[in-house]
């Protein structure tokens, strides 16, 4: 018995290029050119690319500007 890959019970969805770019709410020129840096995980399929959603939300988690959960507050020290 062999094992097929099954994306629905993975949980992996695939996005087009126009798809990944409205997720992401980035111009469609910004996605190449952010793929042509390397700055954007995408899958080649022939001349279609395809974009994991499970990696873009893992890049956006990444790359979020926040206060660190464990982030204390600084005190002065006694000098």
Same mark, same amino acid.
């Given at each position: 018995?062999? /094992?097929?890959? %099954?994306?629905?019970?993975? %949980? #992996? #969805? @695939?996005?087009? =290029?126009?798809?990944? =770019?409205?997720?992401? +709410?980035?111009?469609?020129?910004? @996605?190449?050119? +952010?793929? /042509?840096?390397?700055?954007?995980?995408? !899958? $080649?399929?022939? $001349?279609?690319? $395809?974009? +994991?959603? !499970?990696? @873009?939300?893992?890049?956006?988690?990444? %790359? /979020? !500007?926040?206060?660190?959960? /464990?982030?204390? *507050?600084?005190? *002065?020290? =006694?000098?």
């Amino acid at each position: 018995m062999t /094992s097929e890959f %099954n994306p629905v019970a993975s %949980n #992996t #969805t @695939l996005l087009t =290029a126009s798809e990944a =770019a409205e997720y992401l +709410r980035i111009p469609l020129g910004s @996605l190449y050119v +952010r793929i /042509s840096k390397k700055q954007l995980p995408c !899958t $080649r399929l022939g $001349r279609l690319l $395809r974009f +994991r959603k !499970t990696e @873009l939300d893992k890049l956006m988690a990444e %790359n /979020s !500007t926040g206060v660190a959960q /464990s982030q204390e *507050p600084s005190t *002065p020290k =006694a000098g």
